[in-house]
DNA sequence: ATTATTTTTGCAACTATGTTGCATTAGCAA
DNA sequence: TTGCTAATGCAACATAGTTGCAAAAATAAT
């Protein structure tokens, strides 16, 4: 039942997710990280912070991977079924937190997860 | 203006995408038409076909990117607000052409496209 | 039917993103 | 301090997607 520890890498990246009001990808983690560790440990590290439930994956409109810091669901129920907004300006990708889409599936689907990404022009870009 | 062509590449893809009930990636139309045209040309066709409005563009939970035709919404507004259901065992994406979740985004966000993706057990491998 | 124009294609080369195996390093508990 | 094993670095690989350019095919013009 594999022990975490706590390493640098590991704190950095929490760290710089955690302190980005944005959700992150990879090449900004490394951008950030300058030298701290490989691209190889990034990747590692963020697979273990999924599973861990402190950060939450988001795959945006293009398809680029980005990660939050999860905080609605500290310790309790781990479901994100907020809708994150892709600027198409800036770029940014932001969790709308509070902001939950109401629907229904036909009988028949059981649902497990949302991924609900909406897109067009932030506060700031509009 | 660039006038449209059509081509025997175009041409299957299409039929291809249209024959299928769930959406298809780049990999499975490139099984299907093996040899018919270039891994490239498929990449430019799916472009193409975008751009005309036959078929729309589905980035899975997972960042795979398929594709799958326009029903709903043949020569008219050109959205897409319904649900694709992503079954986690058989791996399909679904159009729920008819479900368009409700939701209100707060004051100053403008909205362009939205990218619903729920994830679960379809009827079939539930 | 022939020719001319321009879109589309194939190919090769390249980039970006993510994965895997394995030897080495470093956390942590005893 | 020692021992166990999680975590890391590195190299190699895999997959998805992009770009430039010459050749081929589709359509328009003659
Ligand atoms: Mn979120
Ligand atoms: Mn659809
Ligand atoms: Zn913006
Ligand atoms: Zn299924």
Redesign the interface.
């Known amino acids: 039942m594999k022990n975490v520890r706590k390493t640098v890498a590991k704190t950095k990246i929490l760290e710089f997710i955690q302190n980005s009001k944005a959700a992150v990808a990879h090449s900004d983690i490394q951008a950030s990280l300058k030298g701290v560790c490989d691209r190889v440990t990034i990747y590692r590290v963020l697979e273990r912070l999924l599973k861990e439930g402190l950060i939450h994956k988001i ?5 680029v ?1 980005k990660y939050a810091a999860c905080h609605t669901c500290e310790n309790k129920f781990h479901q994100h079924n907020h ?1 994150h ?1 892709s600027c ?1 300006k800036c770029k940014k990708v932001t969790c ?1 937190d509070t ?8 009988q ?16 700031k870009c ?1």
Chains 1, 2 share one sequence.
């Open positions: 795959v945006d409109v293009d398809g991977v809708i907004f198409e709308l902001i939950m889409p109401v629907f229904n599936l036909p028949n689907y059981i649902l497990n997860s949302v991924n609900f990404t909406v897109s067009g022009f932030c506060p509009k």
